[in-house]
């Protein structure tokens, strides 16, 4: 089944705790996204992906980093996670190249930093 | 610079009845125009999208949209309601041809459908 595979679904930690959500997509895509949920502010992009060790900021980067050594992987870090960056993330991925294909989506890590 | 505005938070329907999940847009050249429905707990999932041709598109789970250039908007219907259909629903654009991502996601309607 073609998935995008998040983990962990659920974290609760505490500030400055450096943390990891993994991403991983078993579709061969080329493209890989990050963004996180707020309410009221609909779906921001952190980073994105065009490819193995090609990666970019999206709209709100501050805070975060990621890295593409795999195709298939594309792992969102908090080096020191602040209570601002409690929200709700969603990994994605689509077939580069093709801006017109719609992106699948994980089902989504809820973190909470106190 | 582009932007999607949902300018209802909730919207409430009788099940049976059509519904209506408004959408507008904005971006310098042509739009890519997607909708996506996300359920509790769930990722987004796409329903449609409108790339070019016709205007009327149609989608998952009996969905469509129609796409409206003058008045910039990409609506999404469909002609009789489900409970099921309860849902968070995003908008989304991009311009054809902008560059490496550029999606841009609406704030997102909530979808209530009563018995």
């Known amino acids: 089944e073609a998935q995008v595979t998040q983990n962990p679904r659920y974290l609760i930690t505490v500030t400055g705790k450096k943390l990891t959500v993994t991403c991983s997509q078993n579709?061969?895509?080329?493209?890989m996204s990050w963004y996180r949920q707020d309410p009221g502010l609909g779906l921001r992009q952190i980073y994105y992906s065009m490819n193995v060790e090609v990666t970019d900021k999206g709209d709100v980067p501050e805070g975060y980093k990621v890295s593409r050594k795999e195709k298939r992987n594309f792992p969102l870090i908090l080096e020191s996670p602040s209570p601002n960056q409690t929200s709700l993330y969603f990994c994605?991925?689509?077939?580069?190249?093709?801006?017109?294909?719609?992106?699948?989506f994980g089902d989504g890590t809820r973190l909470s930093i106190l | 610079a582009q932007s999607v505005a949902q300018p209802e938070d909730q919207v409430n329907v009788a099940e049976g009845n059509p519904l209506t999940v408004k959408c507008t847009y904005s971006v310098s050249g042509n739009p890519y125009l997607f909708w996506y429905v996300q359920y509790p707990n769930r990722g987004l999932q796409f329903l449609l999208k409108?790339?070019?041709?016709?205007?009327l598109v149609k989608g998952s789970y009996g969905f469509e949209a129609e796409f409206n250039k003058s008045q910039t908007s990409f609506h999404l219907k469909k002609p009789s309601a489900l409970v099921s259909d309860s849902a968070l629903y995003f908008c989304a654009v991009r311009e054809s041809g902008g560059g490496a991502d550029g999606l841009t996601f609406g704030k997102g309607t909530h979808l209530i459908i009563q018995p």
């Open positions: 409108y790339i070019t041709g016709d205007n």
């Open positions: 579709m061969n895509h080329e493209y």
């Open positions: 994605a991925s689509r077939s580069g190249g093709y801006s017109n294909q719609p992106q699948h």
